[in-house]
């Protein structure tokens, strides 16, 4: 389980990084968007690096305390959050 948290580490670190430059360019697009919605979107896109931080962070601390199903949770959160958030800027994308 630590080298998984390890790993984990290096991944949010660079997801952070590259999720503020996705960030910046979803909001751009979100811009530009006519759904309802779009003001949700853009939260969601600036939440981008800080759910990559939390994975990050939270791993370890739930794996301190011997949460190991909370930490492979939190593993598993940015690739849940990134899947609904395509999803749903693939949705906004065909209205």
Known sequence: MHLAIIINSIVSVIGAILGAFVAAGSVVSIANMKVPWAGKLTVAAVLIPAIFLVSGLGAWVANEYGAREVAIGL????????????????????K
Do not use: D, E, N
């Open 75 to 94: 593993i598993a959160l940015p690739w849940g959050y990134g899947l609904c958030f395509g999803v749903a800027m693939l949705v906004s994308f065909r």
